[in-house]
């Protein structure tokens, strides 16, 4: 059986859920000396993919939530796409990986993960609907706006040094008021 996963060009929105199989311990010791980023690409087997959005995580820290409420609240994954793996998803134990598209930045891969992750499921975020709505109105039309505003006309340089000897006046005359 081939443990090589396809990536599709220009993929997005897709979530995978991997199993870490190794001992809770051995995770969380390998966390305190690796950045998480670090050992997704070790355990994913991937040393030039961008996992800095991989989140490596105790299934322990959901109690009360679960996996599969995390995935559909956190990541609005739609509740039917869950249906099938929610047994799985509440049963595992220790650490998960999860792995996002944005890892590959749209580009086509083959990830072969390692012997240390088992992949549970693949989820996609749902996309919303999008709906158009047609415009028929007259102001709707191309060119039928307001006109832009016309630039201010400029002020003539004897204008301009006019204002400036005002407040140089007004300046030397609040000097001689002060001094008085």
């Known amino acids: 059986m081939s443990r090589s996963i396809e990536i599709k060009r220009a993929e997005s929105g897709v979530i995978r859920v991997f199993a870490i199989n190794m001992a809770p311990a051995e995770v969380a010791g390998a ?6 980023a670090d050992l ?11 996992t800095a959005s991989v989140e490596i995580f105790p299934v322990a820290d959901l109690t009360g939530v679960g996996l599969s409420a995390y995935l559909r609240d956190g990541y609005a994954v739609d509740d039917e796409a ?6 799985k998803l509440e049963a595992l134990e220790g650490y998960v990986l ?3 598209s944005s890892s590959f930045a749209g580009a086509p891969a083959v990830l072969t993960p390692s012997a240390d992750l088992t992949l549970i499921g693949s989820y996609t975020d749902p996309k919303p609907a999008q709906h ?7 102001s709707a039309k191309p060119y039928s706006g307001t006109p832009a505003a016309q630039p201010a006309t400029k002020r003539s340089p004897a204008g301009s040094a006019l204002v400036v000897l005002a407040i140089i006046l007004l300046i030397g005359l609040a000097i001689w008021w ?3």
Do not use: C, I, M, Y
């Open 98 to 100: 999860l792995l996002f």
């Open 132 to 138: 158009s709505v047609e415009l028929n109105t007259d």
């Open 31 to 36: 966390l305190k000396t690796l950045p998480k």
């Open 40 to 50: 997704a690409r070790q355990l994913l087997d991937s040393p030039h993919l961008n």
């Open 82 to 87: 869950l249906t099938a793996d929610r047994g």
């Open 178 to 180: 002060v001094l008085a």
